[in-house]
């Protein structure tokens, strides 16, 4: 008891007591490190919104071994005043902000008060069109500010209106339209006035196109990829969908599109691109690890402008322990018509599966064609042999038999919707996809069999930068004779990465006496997954998934599912989110962990 309180009352000897200090009480002669920031008073912003403006930081509890970050008063000061501007620009012009000051030695514990107020209200928003020009809505009827009337004033918005009329008026022929904004806000009775004034400008139609900055590659290029023609009226969306195409060239590091007057005739507006050239050629390295296909390797080769003509050639080569390839594409744009596009690719592959080991070579020629600027087909023909071997004959008796070589010969057609705004990490729209192949003696093919598959994706923003993203997938196939005319690698699977999470690769379904996956011929997957961003790069998902595989090929086997759950986190990343998924299974196949880990770059769905 002795050396307990001995031990107490020299800890407390050699700690001294926190205390409260202001700015001006700090000695500048001692480094000061921040402790933690403390808000208090906020009601309508979060503590991380407060956070996020200020310069002064705290070290993450996630990095405890470094080094806490410095405390400097002058920027803490001005710190206080970037809080009370972020309340302006929100509408909050009346806030105010205070601190007090926590000091244990080195150790500085900001407390910051606020003080919020109420916010200023829109009390009339006016637009005024110079000249004869029309007003926004006779241009596009559904138009709409984003302040009204008893709307909170918020600088983004009020920013936001003068872009938006400035977009209507360049998107209906004024290609040098120009406005401006003028807001008088009294803090006292929280009462603003809002004015744009509209120049919109002469009415204007496309003029001849200029192209600048090309050496070898071919100006010709660059006018195919123009979505107007001269003679047509301005249209700023017009140009950003041409820039869109030529930059999807890759052979340009930079394209911009340049309005220009003619003194002639002002009703005309010439444009001038300017763009700066790349190699035509680029060499890509990738190395990565999940816990299915472990470590894998890839390295790919293109040309961007094979013989001329924006040909796209590429030469990929990728290891893993799973699936390797060697796959030889040519892209040939504008085949027949400017909405269809010839893709020939042949390849080579090994798989190595519980199931089976295959080694296969293909050609599959294709034609892709865009019906809508969000709808695509393909329609193409696949030549392919297989050879399938290291099987396990339980396994093959309980599939009712295997042919292990031949010829998969036949026509496939694709469509696909997608009205998503980000192909690495989409946040709202749709992608549907339906898939249908077959391969039959008629065309050559060993194998007899018609496949099919549909697959929605949904996501929504819920708010507070939660997105809810949800897929559901059907697939069917039919044999033309016996069971043998599938080939086993067309047959269904389902569980593991990029489809039952919780489950090892292929683990969902029936098994054989082998403890080997014996896949179906019918298929049924849902998945939802909610996904907000946490700090930094760092976002946090949960997610539920589940999914079935029946050896009955007229039969959805909703009645069965599989399901897995668990918690998943992801970093923002130059190549997409790398993503860290531990999933959970509510039924463990014999054999199998209780708990799956998956590591992996890029949103699967």
């Known amino acids: 008891m002795f050396l307990r309180f001995l031990l107490a009352a020299i800890v407390g000897l050699s700690t001294a007591p926190a205390a409260a200090a202001t700015l001006a009480e700090l000695n500048p002669g001692v480094h000061y490190e921040t402790a933690e920031i403390k808000i208090t008073g906020n009601h309508h912003f979060s503590n991380s919104d407060l956070l996020a ?243 894998n390797i890839g390295l790919q080769w293109n040309n961007y402008n094979f013989l001329g003509g924006g040909r796209q050639l590429s030469l990929l080569a990728q290891y893993s322990n799973v699936v390797s390839t060697v796959d030889l594409k040519l892209v040939q744009p504008y085949f027949l018509s400017k909405k269809s596009t010839f893709i020939g690719e042949a390849n080579i592959w090994q798989e190595i599966y519980q199931t089976y080991d295959l080694n296969a070579g293909q050609i599959q020629p294709r034609v892709s064609y865009k019906f809508l600027p969000k709808l695509t087909g393909n329609l193409g023909w696949r030549l392919a042999y297989l050879h399938f071997y290291s099987l396990n004959s339980s396994t093959i008796d309980q599939i009712g038999g295997v042919r292990r070589k031949g010829i998969v010969s036949g026509p496939f057609a694709q469509l696909i919707w997608n009205n998503t705004e980000d192909p690495f990490n989409p946040q709202r729209g749709e992608i549907a996809t339906l898939y249908a192949s077959t391969a039959s003696h008629v065309f050559g093919s060993d194998y007899r069999y018609w496949r099919a598959i549909g697959e929605v994706r949904k996501y929504h923003l819920l708010g507070w930068q939660t997105v809810l993203a949800g897929r559901f997938k059907l697939g069917f196939e039919h044999s033309y004779g016996s069971i043998r005319d599938i080939p086993l690698s067309e047959r269904f699977y389902s569980g593991g990465e990029g489809s039952v999470r919780g489950y090892g690769l292929r683990r969902i379904g029936p098994l054989s006496t082998a403890n080997q996956p014996l896949g179906g011929l019918s298929l049924v997957e849902w998945s939802l997954e909610l996904r907000r961003p946490l700090f930094w790069k760092i976002t946090g998902s949960l997610f539920f998934d589940c999914g079935q595989v029946s050896k009955d090929q007229d039969r959805v086997p909703i009645d069965a599912l599989q399901c897995g759950y668990g918690p998943g986190l992801g970093m923002t990343s130059p190549v997409g989110p790398i993503l860290l998924d531990l999933g959970f299974p509510t039924k463990t196949p014999k054999g199998d962990s209780h708990w799956q880990v998956y590591f992996s770059i890029g949103q699967w769905f």
């Open 53 to 295: 403006v200020m310069q002064t930081k705290t070290r993450p509890a996630y990095k405890f071994w470094q080094h806490r970050p410095t405390f400097n008063p002058a920027t803490f000061k001005s710190d206080i005043d970037r809080i009370k501007r972020f309340y302006q620009v929100h509408g909050y012009y009346d806030a105010a902000a205070g601190y007090t000051l926590t000091v244990n030695e080195k150790l500085v514990t900001p407390t910051i008060s606020v003080r919020e107020g109420k916010p200023v209200q829109v009390t009339t928003v006016r637009i005024s069109v110079e000249g004869s020009a029309p007003a926004p809505r006779a241009l596009e009827p559904a138009f709409k500010l984003p302040l009204k009337q008893g709307d909170t004033f918020t600088q983004t918005d009020y920013e936001s209106g003068e872009a938006q009329l400035l977009d209507i008026y360049m998107h209906n022929g004024y290609a040098h339209a120009q406005v401006n904004r003028r807001a008088q806000v009294l803090v006292g009775t929280r009462q603003a006035y809002i004015w744009y004034f509209v120049i919109p400008g002469n009415y204007g139609v496309f003029g001849p196109t200029t192209v600048q900055g090309t050496r070898h590659v071919s100006p010709r290029l660059v006018f195919r990829e123009l979505t107007y023609k001269p003679g047509e009226m301005f249209d700023s969306a017009q140009i950003a969908a041409s820039r869109t195409k030529i930059v999807g060239l890759n052979l340009f590091r930079s394209v911009e599109f340049i309005p220009q007057s003619d003194s002639s005739n002002p009703r005309v507006v010439p444009i001038q691109i300017r763009v700066q050239e790349k190699p035509k050629h680029s060499i890509n390295l990738g190395l990565g690890y999940n816990t299915e296909s472990q470590f």
